[in-house]
């Protein structure tokens, strides 16, 4: 499902999008009650109307919301209005993982590493 900017979900207003992935799309919104900028996490349409897709949405958010760590986003709530169901949590500005690995060379030379001693360890097993 594609969100227009402008589009409202309960108290959240769509500004536009950021990605998409097999689970659903993600766009960035405003809560309008709080004045925060927020991350939308929309299921698909298809989803949206199968029950099991569904539990486990809701699922995925309550094990979220019941985390605190300064590496996964804070949950703020589950939206469901207009035959539509969202995700609302923290929008983490910045690159994303995908960006970072095109660009990134050093971050990733421990999985390097890694492999060359797997590699290495195997030839001597």
């Known amino acids: 499902m594609t969100l227009n900017a402008g589009t409202k979900l309960g108290p959240y207003e769509v500004v536009g999008g950021l990605g998409a992935g097999g689970m659903g799309e993600v766009y960035r919104a405003t ?3 709080l004045g925060r900028d927020v991350a939308l996490k929309v299921l698909p349409e298809a989803f ?3 029950a099991q ?3 486990r949405f809701r699922r995925e958010a309550q094990v979220l919301a019941s985390l605190n760590h300064p590496n996964i986003a804070t949950i ?3 939206e469901e209005s207009n035959g539509n169901c969202a995700l ?3 929008l ?3 690159p994303t993982l995908a960006e970072k690995i095109r660009v990134a060379q ?3 030379s ?3 590493l890694f492999r060359s001693k797997n590699r290495n360890a195997k030839s001597r097993a």
Request: charged share 35%; hydrophobic share 40%.
């Open 31 to 33: 809560d309008t009650k």
């Open 48 to 50: 949206a109307r199968d």
């Open 53 to 55: 897709r569904m539990a």
């Open 76 to 78: 703020y709530g589950l």
């Open 88 to 90: 609302a949590m923290e």
């Open 92 to 94: 983490v500005e910045g």
């Open 106 to 108: 050093g971050p990733f």
């Open 110 to 112: 421990g999985l390097r």
